[in-house]
């Protein structure tokens, strides 16, 4: 088990900023991605944003423009800035390393242990 440690999060006004951040002790290998993920109260968990190993990073349309998805390879580390939140990001977020399976997807095999986040109006 690869032991992924987040911190950040906490509770803001809408239109308010969060930095969350995820790391590693170690220095990851065969990842095919890092990225935040979220799962809200009641809901599926969904991909937030997820920046590939050669640093391209995806945004989900709903965080698009507002989040960016950054990394500090030399500190086994990514970051979520989060910016211009709204009462719908309220959620669980979760950090994650991806892994290339035997299907060749490019999926999330480690997680972080969550950190909640609360958006209020």
């Known amino acids: 088990q690869l032991p992924l440690l987040q911190s950040g999060g906490g509770s803001v006004q809408a239109g308010g900023t969060l930095r969350l951040s995820c790391r590693t002790p170690g220095q990851l290998f065969n990842t095919c991605g890092k990225g935040w993920y979220r799962q809200a109260p009641g809901k599926e968990r969904e991909m937030v944003s997820i920046i590939s190993s050669d640093g391209t990073p995806t945004y989900a349309y709903f965080v698009e423009g507002r989040f960016t998805i950054s990394e500090d390879r030399d500190k086994n580390a990514w970051y979520l800035q989060m910016n211009v939140l709204k009462t719908e990001d309220t959620a669980v977020y979760y950090c994650?390393?991806?892994?290339?399976?035997?299907?060749?997807?490019?999926?999330?095999?480690?997680w972080g242990q969550g950190t909640p986040v609360t958006v209020s109006s």
């Open positions: 994650a390393a991806l892994v290339t399976d035997l299907s060749r997807t490019c999926a999330p095999r480690f």
